[in-house]
Structures are given as C-alpha cells and as structure tokens.
C-alpha cells in the first residue's frame, strides 16, 4: 500500500467494558459513524487491551465484547462501510507487536504517563505485569498494523499515539535503510520531470534544514499527483523526505475526539465508574425513571420555590437535547417557579427517547440475529488480516525474517 492511501486509513480500538451509553454515543460512535463514509476505517474491539488489567477475571470479557458489538452497529457503525472486528482474532497484531518490543526500550513504556497514572488509579489490581507495560506498544502495533493515517482517540490516549510515532520512527531508520538508497531516491527524483523534481529538493530542503511543516506537506501533496514514477520510488521519495530510508511504517496522527460534553444524571461527566449513565439499551422507562430521579437545583425544595438552571444537572441535558425555545421556557419558567421540575424535565425524557428508539430496533434485530453479528466480525476479520498481511510481508522483508532461500 502506497503512503497516499495510508493516508486515508483510519483505525481505532475500544476496550470492551460493558454497555454503552449516551457519552460514548456523542463522543466516540457519532463520529466513527461519520468517518466511516469518509475513510476506509477498522475499528475493533480491544479485548487484549481489557485482558491487560482484566486477566484476573476474565469471565465478562466476551460477553462485553458482544454488548460492544451490537451498540456499535446500533448506533450505525456498518460492517460494510467500515472494517469492524475483535482484536484477538487478528493475531498479525502481537506479531507486530513483538517485532516491535525488539527494539521499544523500557524506558520509553516506563515514562508513558497512563502507565504509573493507572496503576495508581487502580490500585486494587496488579498492573505491575509485562503485559500492561506493554500497553501502549500494543497499541502502536494495532495501529501500524494497517499504516493507518489517523487515529480518533480522547485526550488521554495521545500520549499513546504519541509513542506510535516514535516507534514507527525508530522502526524505519533501524530497518528501512535499503541497499542504495540515496542513489535510488535521486534517481527517483530525476524520473519526476525537471520542474517538479526541482520543487521537490527545494520543498525537501526547507523541511530538512529549517524544519518547515508547511514545505513537508507541499511535497507530500506533490508526491501524490505524480503520474510517472513507480509505486517503489514514490515510496522511496516519502521516505527520503525525512530524511532516512523507506518509510515501511508511516506515522500516523490523532484525530482528537473533542471531550465529551456530556452531563451524567448527578451533573458530573457520564461515565460508568459514576454509575450516573443512560444506556443505549435503556427502555423508555427506565429512561424515564432515571431521569425523574435526577437531582435537580437544591434551592427548589418545593414546586413554589424558585430555582436557577444553571445550578441544575437536568438544564445540562437540555442544553444537548432541546432546541433554544426550550431552553427560554426552561430559563422563565424556572427562575419564577412557573414550571414544576418533572414539567422540565419531560422534553429532555422524550428527546432522549426518540434519539434512542432507531438505535434500540436496530439492536434488538442484532440481538434476534446473532448469526448475522458473527458473519459481519468474521467478514471484518478477514479483511482486517488481508491488510495486516500485507505489513507483516514488509515488515519481516526489512528486518530479514523472510527466509526465501531454503
Ligand atoms: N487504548 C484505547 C482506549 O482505551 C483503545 C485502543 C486499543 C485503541 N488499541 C487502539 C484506540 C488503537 C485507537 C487505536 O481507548
Ligand atoms: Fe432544574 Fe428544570 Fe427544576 Fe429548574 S425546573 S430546577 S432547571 S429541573
């Protein structure tokens, strides 16, 4: 696969941890939705990465992994449009994974911020294990796997694409050093036609000399519209960019996933440790219930004590759910005690309720068709190793695994 369509690749990963709820839904699944008309995506679920903290009690682990595969088709991630599978059942990523261990040095795992920021978090686990040291480079290898461009992830995954390029980087330089290299890329260069070959140097000059981002993507972009050289010394141009050799493994960038807006039923930011969630799966009763229990601001004692919005977990919800209408009767209403808490409250109930309903006939069909869920892991399976194939050929080929004399 040539650099131009790694380019558009994007993969991501998500640790199968039960049911999930609106905050994933808004954060994470709406935009994989998106993304998947707009890139040739694998997104998979991360169960070797649940194991590195779960491998005590692995018991929920499938079960979770099958909760997390019909959510995601609920909410619209499509087996056809994007490549969807388990982790575990691609097996070319702890390949990669351990030809890349060879050359990761401790110190660079050791330093990973999430290493000693979740052991202390979870404090009753033993994460002092090899396994979850290696997290992260599991997750460069999940991700280099399929030389993917881009990788959507929150804020506290980026130290972890971070170390991907970094890996990568250390990848290419030990091993992407081809016998001639330098007489090949200027050949290369020559093969592009006198103007465009002299926009190259002078692009590859600014970038290597004055650190120049901007000639950097000029050239990348010139790169891609030249008609007349081969794949290999496109490549081989890619990687003479940056200097070193071949870039076997492209380093890919975070897509960051802007924080999730939102609000749990206490106020606080929804997440399952809070136990303050909606599920995606939540009938419209529980739905209902949940947020009739809700807190609202601790001033309205009775319905003819005024309240203040802006001190009241519900009005958060509303600001995702309700139009501006809405949110001027909440405000009047509220303020001179015109409205009564469960009154405010029933349009948020119905919102939610009519963004869920779609998703919930989807997932109960799934659920109903457990046959059709496995074809679609199994197809997407498949496919994922089609790709990782195809790496792991290049990646043994440049370390000199490929054992073709025999
Ligand atoms: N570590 C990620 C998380 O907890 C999940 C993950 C595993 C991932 N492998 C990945 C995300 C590869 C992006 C790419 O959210
Ligand atoms: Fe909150 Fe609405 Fe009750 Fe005001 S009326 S306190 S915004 S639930």
Known sequence: MSSVESQRRVVSGMRPTGRLHLGH???VLKNWVKLQHEYEC???AADWHALTTLYETPQDIEQNVWDMMIDWLAAGVSGTSATMFIQSQVPEHAELNLLLS???PLSWLERVPTYKDQQEKLRDLDLATYGFLGYPLLMSADILVYRAGLVPVGADQLSHVEITRELARRFNHLYGKEAGFEDKARAAIQKMGKKAAKLYSNLRTAYQEKGDAEALDTA???LQEQQNIT???????FGYLEGGGKVILPEPQALLTPASKM???DGQKMSKSYGNTITLRDTTDEVSEKVRRMPTDPARVRRTDPGDPDKCPVYQLHLVYTDKATHDWVNQGCRSAGIGCLDCKKPVIDAICTELAP????AV???NNPDAVRLILTEGAERARDAARDTLAEVRQAIGLNYRRG
């Open 25 to 27: 839904y808004h954060g």
């Open 42 to 44: 694998f997104f998979f």
């Open 102 to 104: 060879m050359s990761t």
């Open 220 to 222: 990348r972009a010139l």
């Open 231 to 237: 794949l290999g010394d496109k490549e081989r141009l």
């Open 263 to 265: 609000p749990g039923l």
């Open 359 to 362: 998703m919930q006939a989807r």
């Open 365 to 367: 069909e799934y659920e």
